[in-house]
T-cell receptor, first 115, second 108 residues
Framework: DAGVIQSPRHEVTEMGQEVTLRCKPISGHNSLFWYRQTMMRGLELLIYFNNNVPIDDSGMPEDRFSAKMPNASFSTLKIQPSEPRDSAVYFC?????????????FGPGTRLTVL | QQPVQSPQAVILREGEDAVINCSSSKALYSVHWYRQKHGEAPVFLMILLKGGEQKGHDKISASFNEKKQQSSLYLTASQLSYSGTYFCGSGNTGKLIFGQGTTLQVKP
C-alpha cells in the first residue's frame, strides 16, 4: 500500500510568487493534517480536515495561507504571496479518523525555500 | 498548549539507556510518541490512551501518568538506529500538539 504522497518534494520560489503544495492521503483514511516544521518553531499543526471538511484552521499563520480538500484523495496547501519566512518543511499526514487515539502517517514532506 | 520535553538533547554510547520526559500544563487525554530521523518524516512509535498505561516496542517503552500530566519514553540498550529526534504529542479532540523534540544521538 502506498503511503501518504506529497508533491513537489522540493520547491524553490521567489518572494511574492504563489506556491501550491499537494497531498494524497492513504486510501480509506478520513482525516488529513497539514504541518509545518522549522528549527525555530518545531512541528506546528496548520489545519486539519475530517471527511474533507476543515475542522480546525487555528494554526494557519495568516490569510496568505489557504487549504482545500476537494475530495477524499487530494488536498492542497496554497501560499499567496509567499515570503522568505514561509521557508520550511511542510508535512501532510493522514489517519483513519480524528481523535487523539489514532496513529498519524506522515508523508515525506515538501521542502519550501522562498528567496 | 505545547507539551514540554526534557532533556533537549542526549548523547549516548551504544548499549546505554535513556529516558525522555514529556509534560503538559493541561490535561493529557492521550500521548503519542514519534521518531524523526534527519531529513525524513516523523514515524509513529506508540500511543498511550489511559493513565497508568505502559507500552513497549522492542526495547523502547513508555508510560503515562495521567494525574501528573506527563509521559516518559524509555530506550533500553540503545542501538545506533535509535538516533533521531523524538517528539511527544498531546492528543485532544482530533488533533495533536507536538513538543519541541528531544534529539538523541547514539555513538558506537
Amino acid at each position: 500500500d502506498a503511503g501518504v504522497i506529497q508533491s513537489p518534494r522540493h520547491e524553490v520560489t521567489e518572494m511574492g510568487q504563489e506556491v501550491t503544495l499537494r497531498c494524497k492521503p492513504i486510501s480509506g483514511h478520513n482525516s488529513l493534517f497539514w504541518y509545518r516544521q522549522t528549527m525555530m518553531r518545531g512541528l506546528e499543526l496548520l489545519i486539519y480536515f475530517n471527511n474533507n471538511v476543515p475542522i480546525d484552521d487555528s494554526g494557519m499563520p495568516e490569510d496568505r495561507f489557504s487549504a482545500k480538500m476537494p475530495n477524499a484523495s487530494f488536498s492542497t496547501l496554497k501560499i499567496q504571496p509567499s515570503e522568505p519566512r514561509d521557508s520550511a518543511v511542510y508535512f501532510c499526514a493522514s489517519s483513519f479518523r480524528t481523535g487523539g487515539d489514532n496513529e498519524q502517517f506522515f508523508g515525506p514532506g515538501t521542502r519550501l525555500t522562498v528567496l | 498548549q505545547q507539551p514540554v520535553q526534557s532533556p533537549q538533547a542526549v548523547i549516548l554510547r551504544e548499549g546505554e539507556d535513556a529516558v525522555i520526559n514529556c509534560s503538559s500544563s493541561k490535561a493529557l487525554y492521550s500521548v503519542h510518541w514519534y521518531r524523526q530521523k534527519h531529513g525524513e518524516a516523523p514515524v509513529f512509535l506508540m500511543i498511550l490512551l489511559k493513565g497508568g498505561e505502559q507500552k513497549g516496542h522492542d526495547k523502547i517503552s513508555a508510560s503515562f501518568n495521567e494525574k501528573k500530566q506527563q509521559s516518559s519514553l524509555y530506550l533500553t540498550a540503545s542501538q545506533l538506529s535509535y538516533s533521531g529526534t523524538y517528539f511527544c504529542g498531546s492528543g485532544n479532540t482530533g488533533k495533536l500538539i507536538f513538543g519541541q523534540g528531544t534529539t538523541l544521538q547514539v555513538k558506537p
